[in-house]
C-alpha cells in the first residue's frame, strides 16, 4: 500500500528508504487510510464491501508497478490468449486483491455462515484430528485467508503461516482482525522448526505455496521451473501427516466454497525423502496449474 501512496517518485521513494522518520510517517497514514477504509467497509453489507474493493482495486492496481509482473505470469500461463483477454483477467486479479482488503472489515459475519466446505472422505485429519494432522497447502485462489476459518470450524485445530507486513501498524491492524480466523497464527519462516513444534502440539498446518522461496527447489509450472519449497511435503513425510491440498473459490451470491483433495503421495516410496518431496511438490504445482486453467 506504501507503494500506492509514493507511487513513481522515485526521489520520494529514496527519501523513504533513508529516512526513519518519513517511513514512519508513511507507515502511520498508510494504516489511518486503511482504517478509514475498513470503517466505511463494516458499514456495507459483506457482499457490498467485496464489491467496493474490487471496483477501486481494479482501477488502481493495472497502475502499479507490480502490474507488469501479473501480465508476464499470465503471458505464460495462457499464451494463446489475446492482450484484451489478458487485461481484463488482469484487473479481476486486481478486484480480487481488492475484495480480500475489504473483507477483513467482514471477516466475523463471513466465518459464521458464510463458508461452504466440501471434504474429501480420504483424509483422515477431518475424522480424527486429535490423532492425525494434516499440512494443508493452497494458493492464492479466492479469499484465500478463509481457508484457516474453514478448517478450524471443521473442528481440526489448526495454525495458520503468514507473512508479516512491512508496516507494523498495518501488520498489527490486520492480526486483529484475523483473530475470527479461529486459528493460530504463525509468521512465515523459511526455517521448519516453529511448523514442527505445532504438528508436535497436535496441530495441523495451513500456508499457501504459490510463492517464488529463494531457498527452495525448482519444481515445473507451465513448463517453466519455479523455485518451490519443499517444506510441506517434508513435514508431511517426517510427522506421518497428510499433504492435502484446498481451494478457495467465491460463489455468485457472496459464500465460499472450500474444496479439500484427496491427501497427495510421492510416486515412489522407495525413493529418498528429498526425492519424494519433490514428487509431491510437483503434484501440488501441477493442481494449482490446473485449477488456474
Not at 492435502?244 to 503421495?265: K, L, Y
Amino acid at each position: 500500500m506504501a507503494r500506492i501512496l509514493i507511487g513513481k517518485n522515485k526521489t520520494l521513494r529514496r527519501l523513504t528508504e533513508s529516512s526513519s522518520w518519513l517511513n514512519g510517517l508513511i507507515w502511520r497514514i498508510e494504516d489511518s487510510l486503511f482504517a478509514l477504509f475498513l470503517m466505511i467497509c463494516a458499514r456495507l453489507s459483506p457482499t457490498g464491501a467485496s464489491g467496493l474493493g474490487r471496483w477501486i482495486m481494479s482501477r488502481v492496481g493495472p497502475r502499479q508497478s507490480k502490474h507488469k509482473h501479473v501480465m508476464r505470469n499470465l503471458q505464460l500461463a495462457f499464451p494463446e490468449k489475446s492482450a484484451d483477454e489478458l487485461a481484463a483477467i488482469s484487473r479481476a486479479v486486481w478486484g480480487n486483491m481488492g475484495a480480500i482488503f475489504a473483507e477483513y472489515a467482514q471477516l466475523e459475519d463471513i466465518c459464521r455462515d458464510r463458508l461452504d466446505v466440501v471434504i474429501h472422505p480420504a483424509i483422515r485429519t477431518f475424522q480424527d484430528p486429535a490423532h492425525h494432522q494434516a499440512v494443508f497447502v493452497s494458493a492464492h485462489f479466492g479469499n484465500w485467508e478463509l481457508l484457516a476459518a474453514a478448517i478450524s470450524r471443521s473442528q481440526v485445530p489448526v495454525t495458520a503461516v503468514f507473512t508479516p507486513l512491512q508496516n507494523p501498524l498495518l501488520d498489527a491492524r490486520l492480526a486483529r482482525q484475523r483473530r475470527h480466523l479461529g486459528c493460530h497464527l504463525l509468521p512465515r519462516d523459511e526455517s521448519m522448526r516453529p511448523l514442527i513444534r505445532e504438528l508436535a502440539q497436535g496441530r495441523s498446518i495451513g500456508l499457501v505455496m504459490d510463492q517464488r522461496v529463494d531457498s527452495g527447489h525448482p519444481v515445473p509450472m507451465f513448463g517453466i521451473d519455479k523455485q518451490t519449497t519443499l517444506i510441506p511435503a517434508r513435514l508431511a513425510l517426517r510427522h506421518d501427516a497428510e499433504l492435502v491440498a484446498c481451494r478457495c473459490d467465491r460463489q455468485p451470491d457472496g459464500r465460499f466454497r472450500f474444496e479439500f483433495f484427496p491427501p497427495i503421495v510421492a510416486d515412489d516410496e522407495s525413493a529418498s525423502e528429498v526425492d519424494r518431496a519433490i514428487q509431491m511438490s510437483q503434484k501440488v504445482n501441477a493442481l494449482f496449474e490446473q485449477w488456474i486453467t
